[in-house]
């Protein structure tokens, strides 16, 4: 009775599933985006259609065809293919793939494909299990993660695996679906509302088609045509995929960080309005825009550090959503002041030289000349520099290092060299 029910599922599914299932490519040519690792003559391509794919972890955000793409490949493929999700599966689950490739192999001599989903939510156990089989080449494993798995995946897994990264499908990719999905619903959808649904859909096919199929229902139970308002309804909120512990947080920090380098103030507040919609701690925004005041702004303009540290200090004691303001008054700022990085390169050769020839001491004439340092013979020969200008024209470091120079001013902004200082040289 089971199998009777299961049956008549199976025959119904089509008609009331979602649409991104129901248009789900099973061919390679009928797949959409990702040319740059699936275009004709490409390996990966070459490899589902001669069937010699091997162990492969499909990274990606969500919508990009990560499933899609196993499934063509089990398609494709005359191995067994097997299939599991991490999020349920167990270590016995593991185990018993393995066990039925094994007796498979030594059967009939078939091979077997593994597509295990999530696969970045397997902890470090489930991997172990795993290990030996995909070392071995009893299983063929593809997983899919939208996690970085240089991150989530332990490095003896990996090392074992090709890293295919999928990217957000472009608008124009999105506009084709969307075309498919509208000739599978039977829609009259114009091509202005083609492009405002793959405008939402922020990159994720599925998005697209749901967003479609939703606004399209919304037209029909009101007996109007598709319009604007019905995909604005259906979308609601761009999805925003950002995970504050992984991938999307370095991403987008370093580029913050690079716009702001580059003196890009459009870029920098863009990626600021990202990070922050998206749930990113304001605190370690504010205190990245400190760091960078110093490092790339330094003594070009004095002020952006002040200006860093009053928007940090600003999240502190105004908060979310207002502070909003402060950070991007702030990295404008910061985008748009002269840039040197003159006081970096000066500590870091400093450092390297403290690093390498120890701490060295003063001069007499610059040590502690108090009373007890007298005794010494410590501050003898020191010249107060307010009294006699000569003190200006001393070279203060250490007798080993006289003559050395680590801090070399630009000609940006403030930063102006004196005379007697060496201009940074043109890189």
């Keep these: 009775m089971g199998d009777l029910f299961s049956d008549a599922a199976r025959e119904r599914l089509p008609a009331v599933a979602p649409l991104a299932l129901r248009l789900r490519p099973k061919e390679l040519d009928e797949f959409v985006g990702q040319r740059?690792?699936?275009?004709?003559?490409?390996?990966?391509?070459?490899?589902?259609?001669e069937d010699r794919v091997g162990s492969t972890i499909l990274y990606g955000p969500p919508g990009s065809g990560k499933t899609?793409?196993?499934?063509?490949?089990a398609g494709a493929t005359g191995a067994e293919f097997e299939e599991l999700s991490a999020v349920s599966a167990s270590v016995a689950d593991v185990r018993?793939?393995?066990?039925?490739?094994?007796?498979?192999?030594g059967g009939n001599g078939r091979r077997t494909i593994l597509f295990l989903d999530e696969i970045h939510r397997f902890n470090k156990a489930q991997q172990d299990a795993l290990l030996p089989g995909v070392e071995e080449g009893l299983v063929t494993l593809i997983g899919a993660?939208?996690?970085?798995?240089?991150?989530?995946?332990?490095?003896?897994?990996?090392?074992?695996?090709?890293?295919?990264?999928?990217?957000?499908?472009?608008?124009?990719?999105?506009?084709?679906?969307?075309r498919r999905g509208a000739a599978e619903l039977g829609a009259e959808v114009p091509e202005e509302l083609v492009g405002s649904i793959a405008a939402r859909a922020g990159g994720d096919a599925r998005s697209a088609l749901n967003v479609l199929e939703l606004a399209w229902q919304t037209a029909q139970s009101e007996g109007d045509e598709l319009a604007e308002r019905h995909v604005e309804d259906a979308a609601r909120k761009r999805p925003l995929v950002y995970d504050k512990g992984a991938d999307a947080h370095y991403d987008f920090t370093s580029a913050f960080i690079k716009s702001m380098r580059g003196s890009d103030p459009d870029a920098a507040v863009y990626y600021l309005a990202a990070m922050i919609e998206s749930g990113e701690d304001p605190r370690f925004i504010a205190r990245r825009m400190v760091v960078l005041a110093s490092e790339d702004v330094g003594n070009a303009d004095p002020r952006a550090l002040l200006?860093?540290?009053?928007?940090?200090?600003?999240?502190?004691?105004?908060?979310l959503p207002e502070a909003?303001?402060?950070?991007?008054?702030?990295a404008i700022y910061l985008a748009r002041a002269p840039k040197s990085n003159a006081s970096y390169r000066a500590y870091a050769e400093a450092a390297s030289d403290v690093r390498e020839g120890g701490n060295l001491r003063p001069p007499k004439a610059l040590r502690d000349g108090s009373w007890y340092g007298r005794r010494l013979g410590h501050g003898e020969g020191?010249?107060?520099?307010?009294?006699?200008?000569?003190?200006?024209?001393v070279d203060h470091l250490p007798e080993e290092l006289r003559g050395r120079r680590y801090y070399r001013p630009g000609r940006a902004g403030e930063e102006e060299p004196r005379d007697d200082e060496p201009e940074r040289p043109k890189e």
Excluded: M, W
């Design 382 to 393: 020191y010249v107060y520099p307010h009294d006699d200008p000569a003190g200006f024209e």
């Design 36 to 49: 740059h690792v699936l275009a004709e003559g490409s390996a990966l391509r070459l490899a589902i259609e």
């Design 324 to 330: 909003r303001l402060n950070l991007a008054q702030a």
């Design 145 to 178: 993660t939208t996690e970085n798995p240089y991150f989530e995946v332990n490095s003896a897994l990996l090392s074992r695996c090709q890293v295919v990264e999928l990217e957000p499908l472009s608008e124009d990719d999105l506009a084709e679906l969307v």
């Design 96 to 105: 018993g793939v393995l066990a039925r490739a094994r007796d498979r192999l």
């Design 68 to 73: 899609t793409l196993a499934r063509i490949v």
């Design 307 to 319: 200006v860093a540290v009053a928007a940090a200090q600003a999240v502190e004691h105004v908060g």
